[in-house]
Each structure stands twice: as C-alpha cells, then as structure tokens.
C-alpha cells in the first residue's frame, strides 16, 4: 500500500504502472497535475527553486542536468497526471482514494477526473483540509480504506 501527497500522485501511478503487483492500494493525497493553462508551473517552480538548491548541495549534479530531468519529467509529456495516460487509469484496477485539493499546482479537475476514470476509485469531500474539523474526517476514511484493501497473509 503507498500514500503520497502532491508529487507523489503522480509517483503513485508511475509504481501501479510498473509493478501492478506491487501495489494492492493507493491514497493520492493533493495530487499534482497538469493545468492547460500553466503547463510550464512545475518546470518554472522547480527551475528557480529546486533546481538551484539541489547542485549547490550536490556539485555533482549540474544545472544542466537537473533541466533535463525536469525537461523529461515536466515538459515531455505535459498532460494529465504527468506520469500515465487517461487509458492507463481507465484500465487501472488498483483500489484508489483520491483527496482533491484545488491549488494551481494540485488541480481539483485532474484529481476527479482521475477518480471518474479510475475503476475502482473512491473520492473524500472536498474541500478535506478546511475547516480544519475535517482534517480528523478525512484521517478516518483513509485508514478505512487501507484496512479494507490490506492484504490478507
């Protein structure tokens, strides 16, 4: 079982895609995704604030190369979910819970439209974070669903 939020949506259907046995069930947490209108969020965001961090941690690691990373992981292929395609998650039949939020980075319309795709998608309300009461709800839907999903030994 995974759980990741925002990148890690995107990471999460990269590993169902990759090891489908691997995963018996997902929570994707604000999921990132790609807004038509901002196709370029992730790769500007990173370029000016990870990027140049990362090599001055890491001299090993150029500018450069940190570009083509997020080349191939953001520009690539810029639509969706970054990682997999609309096919992908309609032929997906790993359980997922999917908790929207709706910032530019974590699009409300790619979170439900991965839970309507998605045969066996589950959705929290929305909004889950606010007010602040909530956050206790959504806790409890999440370790229903892993409990439900868990596999038996």
Known sequence: MVLGFCIGGPLIWN????????????????????????RDLFYDNNMKGWAPELTKRRPDITME??????????????????????????????????????????????AMESAMLAPNAEVSLFPWKEPKER?????????????AHRPTP
Do not use: N, W
């Open 65 to 110: 190369q940190a570009e083509k990373f997020l080349t191939r992981m953001y520009r690539t292929d810029p639509d969706f979910v970054f990682t997999v395609t609309r096919d992908f998650v309609r032929q997906c039949q790993t359980p997922v819970l999917i908790l929207p939020d709706d910032i530019p980075a974590h699009p409300y319309a790619v």
């Open 15 to 38: 590993l169902i895609k990759r090891a489908p046995d691997r995963v018996v069930a997902a929570v994707l947490a604000m999921p990132s995704g790609s807004r038509p209108e901002m």
């Open 135 to 147: 956050v206790p709800l959504a806790v409890r839907q999440i370790r229903s669903f892993l409990r």
